[in-house]
């Protein structure tokens, strides 16, 4: 089941909002667990099964690392909970991967090396397996508390508006808020607005933009044109798919009392790599900061150890996208850029820079490239066809794949990219000069009629957007969301 079909919109969701509202307080994280549950059973039941266990596991592990705290016998139970955790990911995640490789490297394939199985990918189990990860540690550090209700704890880790992809929450942001958190029709329906950007992103920009996208990556001799264009697509495809999955996200805990971190802050006006990866994924990039590069080592070991840190970082965080050698080369690109920023110090100086954000810009979309692709000698055709060796138009075939409708949606997609800090800034900050009470009521009546007409608008802008999305749906077939693979 995803955000954007019929079945979660007009089935799902209604039932689960009326019985979560429904539940006393007390027993709401009963609601949520099955909630979720049903939720992720609606993929697959048999993987119902590894999620619990993998949730039960670590339930039982942080008992265990609270209670020795500090002592050896601490260290070795948190030991095997992150052995047992990563084994799960490495396992489901990883192991057809090696298996393809090894075949590759003796020059066959796993059938021939007696391997006639496939293991599945669960969805969601990379989100799902950090977020039990980062609990662990964080009792392991006395940031969290183990805590008594393991009916809260399998709430947290199955909690359905994140679970499939994302963002990565901690416990220690939310263990307060599942013992006591605000409801309110305010709240409610500005996670209603939330939801309803994000599904527009995906809707509306996302899937009208893939089109061009697949037909650049789909195979053939593609020109130059075509190759800038798709690539430029899928960038525009990739962030506004994921930043609106991310808003959903967003939006239906603060339908249910939740306030989740951001998890995108506006990452294509960024003038460095390094502040790239500030506004990109946010709850990844701090996940590696705070559990994979300081345990490394950091930036505390000397300039040589923090660059091989900050590669080894990016390689992992590629590798953590997909078991493919796309990924781990689209990480080597981001760690050799990040340890080069340092190097040269252009991450502090690029603020002044008239050619920042353009030639951030251009190295981020030359990562995309290979994230984008299947396999590395597709993405080395993109390139080859981006920088000429395919003439400026390529096949003329391709380009009868090509509609108008994903041409012009891509240019409007660009657009709202760059309008889209602007407008955020103009409906999130207070009415200029406007003199308040206590109690933050605008006491100037020309001052409320200014506050109340900016609000209007954004009600009217997201009721529109809304209706558009619903009939984009009606028109459309299924579509999942790209980071439902990782």
Known sequence: MVFSS???LFLFLPLFLAAYYLTPTRLKSYTILAGSYVFYAWWRVDFLGLLFLTTAFAYVVGQQVAKHRGTKTGRVWLGIGVVGCLGVLGVFKYLNFFIDSFAALMGTDAAGLGVHWHLILPIGISFYVFQALSYLIDVHRGDATADASFIDFAAFIALFPQLIAGPILRYKDLEDQFREREHSVELFCDGLARFLIGLGKKVILADAVAPLADVVFGGGEVGMALAWAGALAYMLQLYFDFSGYSDMAIGLGRMM???FLENFRFPYISRSI????RRWHISLSNWLRDY????LGGNRKGPGRTYFNLMAVMVLGGLWHGANWTFVLWGFWHGGLLAAERYTGWDKRAAGSWIALPLTLFFVLIGWVMFRATTVSEGFEVYAGMFGANGLTGDPALWMDVT??????????AVVVFLEPHIHDYFSRPVKNAPVSHDGTVIVEGHAA???LMQAVSVVAVLAIGVLTVL????QSFSPFLYFQF
């Not at 390094?274 to 990866?277: C, D, L, Q, R, V």
């Not at 984009?472 to 028109?475: V, W």
């Open 404 to 413: 108008r409708e994903s041409v012009a949606l891509a240019l409007v997609a």
């Open 450 to 452: 200014q506050g109340a």
């Open 472 to 475: 984009k749906l009606a028109e």
């Open 257 to 259: 009392g939740f306030r």
């Open 292 to 295: 994979l590069y300081i345990s």
């Open 274 to 277: 390094t502040e790239f990866w």
């Open 6 to 8: 019929e079945s979660f």
